[in-house]
């Protein structure tokens, strides 16, 4: 039986426009579009098996930090991403984000 580990490697595929963490043959992603000075989070995306270890964070976080690098406005178009960045003020308050109206 495979184990997740606590420490995922989250990498910043941007050939795909996705962060992603692959573990135990499974893929979690958050897809995102660069638009100038913007980084839009589209959809996250964690398979059932991986769900419950705080990945989805993880990637919001990884989105978050490069934003904070590049000097980039975040967008969070994904109803998860927006939902997480809401509670986690101490992590989005690292970055500009740019709320759509829903």
Partial sequence: MACVS???????????SRFE?????H??????????DRLVLIHTEVPEELEG???GGRLVTAAVDR?????LTIVPFCPFARSWLERHA?????????????
Avoid: F, S
């Fill in 6 to 16: 606590d420490e995922y490697l989250v990498t910043d595929n941007q050939a795909e």
């Fill in 21 to 25: 963490i692959r573990a135990d043959g």
């Fill in 27 to 36: 893929l979690a992603e958050l897809t995102y579009h660069r638009r100038g």
């Fill in 53 to 55: 270890h705080g990945m």
């Fill in 67 to 71: 934003a904070a690098r590049e000097g």
């Fill in 90 to 102: 101490d992590v989005a308050g690292r970055v500009t984000i740019d709320w759509p109206a829903v």
